[in-house]
């Protein structure tokens, strides 16, 4: 697989304050990975899957991140809610018959 590398870069006192409370670059890298992720599946710009692979994460352990970040695995609104329901009384409806 191909990749691309991006960067951040911070500065020296800035990385400084944070290595004082042992935040390694690794750990930096680790948890800017999770939060971006975190945050384009927030905005809908990648499935569950994406993420977790942003994140360099299971997907399970992805959800259970979101879980633990108070990030909800399944959003829907009013619309789609209704056609969850919808479906959900056709399946009761075919069971029952």
């Given amino acids: 697989m191909e ?8 500065s020296t006192d800035l990385y400084s304050s944070l290595s004082s409370f042992g935040l390694t670059k690794e750990r930096l890298v680790s948890d800017s990975r999770k939060l971006l992720a ?6 809908k710009l990648l499935s569950t899957g994406k993420a977790a692979e942003l ?15 108070n990030v909800p695995v399944i959003d829907y ?11 959900a009384d056709k399946v009761a409806q075919a069971l029952l018959s």
């Fill in 55 to 69: 994140a360099d994460m299971s997907r399970w352990d992805f959800i259970e991140y979101m879980s633990s970040s």
């Fill in 3 to 10: 990749t691309v590398k991006a960067v951040i870069t911070i």
């Fill in 38 to 43: 975190l945050k384009y599946f927030q905005a």
């Fill in 77 to 87: 609104d009013e619309e789609e809610m209704a056609s969850e329901f919808a479906a």
